[in-house]
């Protein structure tokens, strides 16, 4: 007979029928482990994947693996005091998560520990949804973290997890366990200091624009244009927040050039506040594009707006009626096909840095590849949406009526940052500080002339 023995099935044990329990179970059958179950009601617990045993809390439920997934709450934990003998020596990996940081004074997994100090707690698992077991994990719940005073506790943990194909990452003993169990009570924190920034500039340029727009048609000409308020006003502030926001994502970059520069050396970190500006770029970038995309949005709804159908039908027939043609200007033609031009490009170039962003397609990218998007076009995407904004002003700039109040308006103020940054970059990319900049960034350092002198002291 030429057809082998099926090898030995490893049987793993999980306490809880829950949703994270049932998903968990599938994940591990579909991978060939065995799976039997422990639950308080082994006849009502709901459906349990084909192919699994279910014993109720007993003492043959614990014997029956050697490894034991403890997907129930904490409050529940009490009964397993009470089986401490047999789970003696046992490989027990705690799941749980809390509603809330600081619900207890120990972690679960360490709370856990303590009850049953025969066996070898091992938290891991607790990142990962239900959700994402049951479908399959995905670029962002591929990771397992987890952590154990025993090695071989862990390293039993680990072959399990990468079995269902899953990345490992050890986070040390266990009493890393509260800081597993923060992981998925965090909301977006990467994204917190982006965020706080565009609401607030959204708010600042909106009421500003309010101000400048509605406030000052009705003080002083007794007009209100308050309707405008939801797309005309609206597709002020979204662009001139994009603009910022983009040229925000490349003056950390710039800043960090300089002080490279300045200390003549790349050994030296970063102040605290840069680096968290740094590593916060991507969020302000997708945030930017979000807002560009809106300002595209409403721009394409302009002609079907009634107000805007309405002015031209207006000015229509009063030409009509007095009999009046309007001489073709080539100078506004030019300027206005060429503002649009800028703003496709730089809108173009803004959707190629969105999706090179994106982890599946950035890591088919190559850093040099990587680095010339974001980098380079980044830079050329910036210079095409500044100049897209010049080209709006035009010579509105220099005319008196453009400052209402005394105040100038959203877009020469959205104009400082991105303009700032690219003479920046253009002085950063002449050949002499290029050179220079190039030779830091390769670890060569500066000689202090201080330093030198206290050696010759010395010597």
Same mark, same amino acid.
């Given at each position: 007979n030429d057809l082998e023995e099926p090898t030995h099935q490893e049987l793993l044990c999980i306490f809880g029928t829950g949703d994270f329990g049932r998903s968990l179970g599938q994940r591990l059958l579909q991978s060939g482990y065995r799976?039997?179950?422990?639950?308080?009601?082994?006849?009502?617990?709901?459906?349990? /994947?084909?192919?699994?045993q279910v014993m109720s809390h007993t003492a043959a439920a614990a014997q029956s693996a050697s490894l034991v997934f403890v997907c129930i709450h904490r409050e529940h934990y009490d009964f397993l005091e009470t089986l401490a003998p047999e789970l003696k020596g046992k490989v027990l990996v705690d799941v749980s998560n809390n509603l809330k940081k600081n619900l207890y004074p120990e972690a679960n997994a360490e709370y856990l520990q303590r009850l049953i100090p025969g066996a070898h707690v091992v938290k891991a698992f607790n990142t990962l949804s239900a959700w994402a077991l049951q479908n399959g994990p995905s670029d962002a719940s591929r990771q397992v973290y987890l952590c154990g005073n025993s090695a071989e506790a862990k390293e039993a943990v680990s +072959?399990?997890?990468?079995?269902?194909?899953?990345?490992?990452? !050890?986070?040390?003993?266990? @009493?890393?366990?509260? +800081?597993?169990? !923060?992981?998925?009570?965090?909301?977006?924190?990467?994204?917190?200091?982006?965020?706080?920034?565009a609401a607030s500039l959204a708010a600042a340029f909106f009421f500003y624009l309010l101000i400048r727009d509605v406030v000052y048609a009705y003080a002083e000409e007794g007009k209100d244009i308050s309707f405008r308020i939801m797309v005309s006003l609206a597709n002020k502030v979204f662009p001139i927040v994009s603009l910022i926001m983009l040229a925000l994502c490349y003056l950390p970059g710039v800043i960090a050039a300089f002080l490279q520069?300045?200390?003549?050396?790349? #050994?030296?970190?970063?102040?605290?506040?840069l680096d968290r500006w740094m590593l916060c770029r991507k969020q302000l970038g997708l945030l930017a594009l979000a807002f560009?995309?809106?300002?595209?949005?409403?721009?394409?709804?302009? /002609?079907?707006?009634? #107000?805007v159908r309405f002015k031209i039908a207006e000015s229509t027939i009063?030409?009509? =009626? +007095?009999?009046? @043609?309007?001489?073709? !200007?080539? @100078?506004?033609?030019?300027?206005?096909?060429?503002y649009y031009s800028m703003g496709i490009l730089g809108y173009a170039l803004y959707?190629?840095?969105?999706? @090179?962003?994106?982890?599946?397609?950035?890591?088919?990218?190559?850093?040099?590849e990587?680095?010339?998007?974001?980098?380079?076009?980044?830079?050329?995407?910036?210079?095409?949406?500044?100049?897209h904004t010049y080209l709006?002003?035009?010579?509105?700039?220099?005319?008196?009526?453009?400052? =209402?109040? #005394?105040?100038?308006?959203?877009?020469?103020?959205?104009?400082?940052? /991105?303009?700032?940054?690219?003479?920046?970059?253009?002085?950063?990319?002449?050949?002499?500080?290029?050179?220079?900049?190039?030779?830091?960034?390769?670890?060569?350092?500066?000689t202090d002339p201080e330093d030198d002198t206290k050696k010759s002291l010395l010597t």
């Open positions: 799976v039997v179950y422990g639950s308080r009601r082994p006849h009502s617990c709901g459906p349990l /994947p084909q192919g699994a +072959e399990v997890a990468t079995k269902l194909g899953l990345t490992v990452l !050890d986070r040390g003993s266990l @009493t890393a366990a509260r +800081e597993l169990e !923060d992981f998925p009570l965090q909301l977006f924190p990467e994204w917190r200091l982006p965020l706080r920034l520069l300045y200390r003549g050396t790349k #050994y030296k970190r970063f102040p605290d506040w560009a995309s809106l300002h595209v949005l409403y721009t394409l709804i302009i /002609p079907i707006r009634y #107000y009063s030409k009509i =009626k +007095e009999n009046k @043609t309007s001489v073709f !200007d080539t @100078t506004l033609a030019w300027r206005a096909d060429s959707v190629l840095l969105g999706i @090179t962003s994106l982890p599946s397609v950035s890591n088919a990218l190559s850093w040099r990587f680095s010339f998007i974001q980098s380079k076009l980044g830079y050329l995407t910036l210079f095409f949406c500044t100049l709006y002003g035009g010579s509105r700039f220099l005319s008196p009526s453009t400052y =209402k109040w #005394y105040t100038p308006p959203g877009y020469i103020l959205s104009l400082v940052v /991105p303009s700032v940054v690219l003479v920046l970059k253009l002085l950063i990319i002449l050949p002499c500080v290029d050179r220079t900049l190039t030779r830091i960034r390769r670890g060569w350092e500066r």
